[in-house]
């Protein structure tokens, strides 16, 4: 059974750089076709997908998030990390990591990570 788990700071200041990390238990971030996910959930809003990579190190990235995002990966420590720059406080959320693509097509998710912008 695959496990995922969020690692990173709970509070970032305004306009610095959010870096969070999933690690990968049970599994292999270079299985075949696997594709890996970051998904946010602000307070009062739905869920938003924000990026992924791919099996092979390919990052997909949401339109709207595109030009303050970047999804790397370490294959020796089977992991992947997240970074959000340029934050303010409307990026306060519960961030997720996931295995797939995009919504709705995740699973395995992990527990979550609250991180709150604020100074």
């Known amino acids: 059974q695959v496990r995922l788990q969020e690692s990173g700071p709970g509070l970032v200041k305004p306009s610095q750089m959010l870096s969070l990390t999933c690690a990968i238990f049970?599994?292999?971030?270079?299985?075949?076709?696997?594709?890996w996910s970051w998904i946010r959930h602000p307070p009062g809003k739905g869920l938003e997908w924000m990026g992924a990579?791919?099996?092979?190190?390919?990052?997909y990235y949401s339109p709207s998030l595109k030009s303050r995002t970047s999804i790397t990966r370490d294959t020796t420590k089977n992991e992947f990390s997240l970074q959000l720059s340029s934050v303010t406080p409307e990026d306060t959320a519960v961030y997720y990591c996931?295995?797939?693509?995009?919504?709705?097509?995740?699973?395995?998710w992990g527990q979550g990570t609250q991180v709150t912008v604020s100074s």
């Open positions: 996931a295995i797939g693509p995009t919504m709705p097509t995740l699973d395995f």
């Open positions: 049970g599994g292999s971030i270079t299985t075949n076709y696997y594709t």
């Open positions: 990579i791919a099996y092979d190190g390919t990052a």
